[in-house]
């Protein structure tokens, strides 16, 4: 199992360490997606630069191309795509009930046709685990029905229950080894009754973390929020939380205030491919016009290749150009954002300083630089 150890606490704020087999984890962490063994535009070293400790793969997407089979033969996927570092992988869940058409659910799992070719697949919860055994994730996720929204009480009931049933299942045929670790995930909505039934039936199966799933899927952030303050106080408070596909700083920084120590989300590389940036001061469309003569970087005091080496105009040249270099920068960019975003956290809440953190946080916001660009939404894969 995966070891974790809590160093400081700022009211509900939690700083800590997850020890894996290849390697710690300071919490709380932003994990950059690697979906299908790649974060787009980057070298593995260079993702590591960033300060990213951990990268997120996928089953779905790893099982259908090039295979789990392959990738074990191959050493398995910290050999595979150069990543020395620990690797957490989602289960193929989310992506398996978003292919609305194509996917027949059942109490064994759910069996659907490739969005590729059309091939048949079976993916239960004892093939879920296998696969991410054959990968060598660190962190294996339970294979769950990442409950729709909107979704009516006696739905996410059905749904969680039948991902809690699943969950028993993903226990019992989880390989146990020294530093791997097996990821319950809490369902049940925006309920709260829903979410204590979840987080109960996991906690009594026993799992090495806990994740919250099926946010940030549409909810809103205040009810996302809400969900976390009834939900997240019923975990175990010696294990890991993860909130899945989430997200924007100002998401993670109000999580990590209510108790969460995980983050993935491809908003800081899909929307570095898109144009979007982020700063201190928000985000901002780098292919508006009054970024074309302008010879500031991106952000003053970065230490990424973007700022310290091009100015604004040069990226929005780049993007007007559609050469591939402009999307690369803004990606790297995006990543070392993020990944300050979680230094910065961490810092305060070992100094005690995370409501002072959160207010200059949200000072800096507010004050705009900010153009948000259309279809860069949250979502969980690349």
Request: aromatic share 8%; proline share 5%; glycine share 12%.
């Amino acid at each position: 199992m995966t070891g974790f150890r809590l160093l400081a606490r700022d009211g509900a704020a939690r700083r800590g360490v997850l020890t894996t087999a290849h390697g710690a984890i300071n919490t709380p962490a932003f994990m950059p997606v690697g979906t299908a063994a790649t974060v787009k535009g980057m070298l593995p070293e260079q993702v590591a630069g960033t300060g990213a400790e951990i990268i997120l793969g996928n089953t779905y997407h790893l099982m259908l191309r090039p295979g789990a089979e392959r990738v074990a033969e191959l050493g398995g996927l910290h050999r595979f795509m150069n990543w020395p570092g620990p690797i957490l992988t989602d289960s193929g869940g989310f992506q398996v009930m978003s292919l609305a058409g194509l996917r027949k659910l059942s109490e064994q799992g759910v069996t659907f046709r490739s969005h590729l070719d059309g091939t048949l697949y079976d993916l239960t919860p004892e093939r879920s685990i296998d696969i991410q055994h054959k990968l060598d994730a660190d962190i294996t996720m339970c294979f769950d029905e990442c409950t729709p929204w909107p979704a009516t009480e006696t739905q996410a009931a059905e749904s969680m229950r039948l991902s809690m049933r699943w969950a028993r299942r993903c226990r019992d045929v989880f390989v146990e080894r020294p530093g791997y670790g097996l990821f319950g995930i809490v369902q049940g909505s925006v309920y709260p009754e829903l979410r204590a039934e979840s987080a109960a039936a996991l906690t009594a199966i026993g799992f090495d973390g806990y994740a919250v799933g099926g946010l940030a899927v549409g909810e809103g952030q205040e009810l996302m929020l809400a969900t976390l303050e009834t939900t997240v106080p019923q975990l175990p408070a010696d294990r890991p939380r993860y909130l899945m596909g989430v997200g924007r700083p100002s998401d993670i920084v109000r999580a990590v205030a209510r108790g969460i120590d995980m983050f993935d989300c491809v908003m800081p590389t899909r929307s570095g491919r898109t144009g979007q940036g982020f700063t201190k001061r928000g985000t901002l469309n780098i292919r508006n016009a009054r970024h074309a003569a302008d010879p500031r970087p991106l952000e003053e005091g970065c230490v990424c290749p973007a700022c310290r080496s091009y100015s604004r105009a040069y990226l929005h040249h780049l993007f007007r150009a559609q050469e591939m270099l402009g999307p690369m920068l803004l990606t790297w960019h995006n990543l070392q954002h993020f990944q300050e975003v979680m230094r910065g956290l961490r810092g305060a809440i070992e100094g005690g300083r995370l409501a002072a953190f959160i207010a200059s946080f949200e000072a800096a916001e507010a004050l705009g630089d900010i153009e948000p660009l259309a279809g860069a939404d949250q979502g969980d894969e690349e």
